[in-house]
C-alpha cells in the first residue's frame, strides 16, 4: 500500500482543467514533508514538473500549478493540451520510513 | 546541462549479479546525493537506495536491503548500484536521479534488468 494515494486516471478535453490528488495514508500523517510531482511521457524517464508543492523549475509552462493543504496535494493542469498525456506522479520523504516514496501514479487521457 | 547517463542493464538469471553504473556530467558531483529509483514493467516509480554526496551515509528501500549496495566514485563523476542476488521481482528500469534536498531534480534515461532464467 502505498504511503501516498493517487486516482489511477483522470481525462479531459483540450482546453479544459483537470486535477490530480496526492492524499497521506491515515497511517503516515504528519510524517511526510513537501509534495513534489513528476512528469513522464511515454517511453520516456520522469521529469520534475513541481517541486515543494508549488514552484515550478525553470521551463515548465504555467498551466501546471501544484498545491497542499494538511494532508492532501493537488496537480493541476488548465488548458489542457494533446502534449500533456503523459503518467504524472507525486512523491515526497517519509521521515517515519526513512525513504522516498511516491504516488502509484495518474494517467491523464486528452479525449 | 546535467546529463545523467545509466548502462550495465541486462538478462541475468535469478540469483546472479549485476552492476549499474551512473555517468554524470553538467553539475559538481562530488556535491550532491545521487539515488537509484527503479520502475517494473507497467508499473510505478520505487525509490531504491541513495548515497550521499561524500559516500559516507547510503539509505535502501527495506525490499533491496542486504543484496543491493550503492557506490560512487567522485573522481570518475559516477554512482554505481551493485545487485546480488537478483529476484524476478527486481525486473524493471533503473533510474539514477539528482538528489535535490527531498526531490528529484535531474533524471537518466534509464536501463532495463531482467531477471530471468
Known amino acids: 500500500q502505498s504511503v501516498l494515494t493517487q486516482p489511477p486516471s483522470v481525462s479531459g478535453a483540450p482546453g479544459q482543467r483537470v486535477t490530480i490528488s496526492c492524499t497521506e495514508s491515515s497511517s503516515n500523517i504528519g510524517t511526510t514533508y513537501n509534495v513534489h510531482w513528476y512528469q513522464q511521457l511515454p517511453g520516456t524517464a520522469p521529469k520534475l514538473l513541481i517541486y515543494?508543492?508549488?514552484n515550478r523549475p525553470s521551463g515548465v509552462p504555467d498551466r501546471f500549478s501544484g498545491s497542499k493543504s494538511g494532508t492532501s496535494a493537488s496537480l493541476a493542469i488548465t488548458g489542457l493540451q494533446a502534449e500533456d498525456e503523459a503518467d504524472y506522479y507525486c512523491q515526497s520523504y517519509d521521515n517515519s520510513l526513512s525513504a522516498w516514496v511516491f504516488g502509484g501514479g495518474t494517467k491523464v487521457t486528452v479525449l | 546541462q546535467v546529463q545523467l547517463v545509466e548502462s550495465g542493464g541486462g538478462v541475468v538469471q535469478p540469483g546472479r549479479s549485476l552492476r549499474l553504473s551512473c555517468a554524470a556530467s553538467?553539475?559538481?558531483?562530488?556535491?550532491?546525493?545521487m539515488h537509484w529509483v527503479r520502475q517494473a514493467p507497467g508499473k510505478g516509480l520505487e525509490w531504491v537506495a541513495i548515497i550521499s554526496y561524500d559516500g559516507s551515509n547510503k539509505y535502501y528501500t527495506d525490499s533491496v536491503k542486504g543484496r543491493f549496495t550503492i557506490s560512487r566514485d567522485n573522481s570518475k563523476n559516477t554512482v554505481y548500484l551493485q545487485m546480488d542476488s537478483l529476484r524476478a521481482e527486481d525486473t524493471a528500469v533503473y533510474y539514477c536521479?539528482?538528489?535535490?534536498?527531498?526531490?528529484?531534480?535531474?533524471w537518466g534515461q534509464g536501463t532495463l534488468v531482467t531477471v530471468s532464467s
Open positions: 553538467g553539475f559538481t558531483f562530488s556535491s550532491y546525493g
Open positions: 515543494d508543492n508549488n
Open positions: 536521479a539528482k538528489r535535490n534536498l527531498f526531490y528529484f531534480d535531474y
